[in-house]
């Protein structure tokens, strides 16, 4: 989706636009605007702020609305029901006009103040700039430990190298932008689509602080969902493993059933009719082990194909170009 061209007269689009995907943040929402609004004055840049509105049942949607009444830097996206972080972080950058976006959660934990510091990065040249969680002030044992053996294990079997201890929270360049708004699958993956994306990326460290008002509304049924979405969208392992699996007893199973035969043959051993029954099972077994292993394998080629991303992207085209040009 390419920035809005400005008719005459009109007001031209902002350099920056600050996505903040929310749901039932009435706490927080007060607190959130006045300290983001305070550090992007001092950016000193054109600059909107793009909240949406997972279908929230408080009163976040009320406070929104009064927000974008006074302050024509706010933009208050509402989806008609809740339809999951993923898909109100896609609506609010389809919706961002800047010619970079940043995504933050609304509850402060993403600190504002980084904001700079990404713009900084972004003018050096990066066209992602990702926060990397240093520390996690005041999470849960549990919560810091399936959120370390996640990103190490997709580190491990991602086809996507993905940077361990982020979040969504980064700086994008437009051109990302508009290559992001192309693609259309579902289930979402965001920090996985923008690695898949590529271009220059750089990381910054922060110290991830606690909630400012109110409760998380990621749980852990929403985060194992997260990470079975990842795994299967960004990983043909676990396919390749069970075909893997499959020939290995398929092998296994043909070296006994032949060592068997062959003490039989020269009449070292019996084999009793339900052994040549159980030797005709495991052969049907493995057949149909192999099969669906294989049949696996085709429908990972299908799920890649109905994903329709791009085969490729190019970033830049050099070409050799004489004096006269």
């Known amino acids: ?35 983001i609004k305070t550090h992007l004055d001092l950016l000193a840049e054109a600059y909107e702020i793009v909240f949406v509105d997972d279908g929230s049942t408080d009163r976040s949607r009320i406070i929104l609305a009064e927000k974008a009444r006074l302050d024509p830097t706010v933009r208050v996206v509402v989806l008609s029901r809740n339809f999951g972080h993923e898909m109100a972080t896609t609506a609010g950058l389809h919706h961002a006009r800047g010619e970079c976006a940043v995504v933050m959660d609304a509850d402060l934990q993403d600190p504002p103040e980084l904001i700079a510091e990404m713009m900084k990065r972004w003018r050096e040249g990066y066209q992602v700039v990702y926060g990397v969680r240093s520390k996690r002030e005041e999470e849960s044992a549990l919560k810091k430990l399936t959120s370390f053996v996640f990103y190490r294990l997709m580190g ?10 982020t979040g969504d929270f980064r700086l994008m360049d437009r051109r990302v932008l508009d290559i992001y708004a192309k693609l259309e699958e579902d289930p979402r993956f965001f ?3 923008i690695s898949w994306v590529g271009f220059r990326q750089i990381g910054i460290p922060f110290i991830r602080q606690p909630r400012a008002a109110g409760r998380t509304k990621y749980r852990y049924s929403r985060l194992l969902k997260l990470a079975l979405d990842t795994i299967t969208a960004f ?4 396919a390749l493993l069970i075909t ?11 070296v006994g059933a032949g060592t068997l035969l062959s003490l039989w043959a020269v009449r070292l051993i019996e084999i009793p009719a339900w052994g040549w029954a159980g030797l005709g099972f495991l052969g049907l077994w493995n057949i149909q082990f192999l099969s669906l292993a294989i049949l696996g394998e085709y429908i990972i080629r299908t799920h890649k194909h109905t994903q329709r991303r791009p085969l490729f992207l190019v970033e830049r085209v050099i070409e050799h170009r004489t004096p006269n040009e």
């Open 1 to 35: 989706m390419a920035p809005h061209e400005p008719n005459p007269g009109e007001t031209p689009p902002p350099v920056l636009s600050v996505v903040i995907p929310l749901l039932n943040e009435e706490e927080v929402l007060e607190q959130t605007y006045s300290s």
């Open 156 to 165: 491990k079997i991602s086809d996507v190298p993905i940077p361990a201890d």
């Open 191 to 193: 920090r996985g689509l």
């Open 235 to 238: 990983s043909s392992l676990p």
């Open 244 to 254: 893997i699996t499959a020939i290995l007893c398929l092998v296994l199973s043909a």
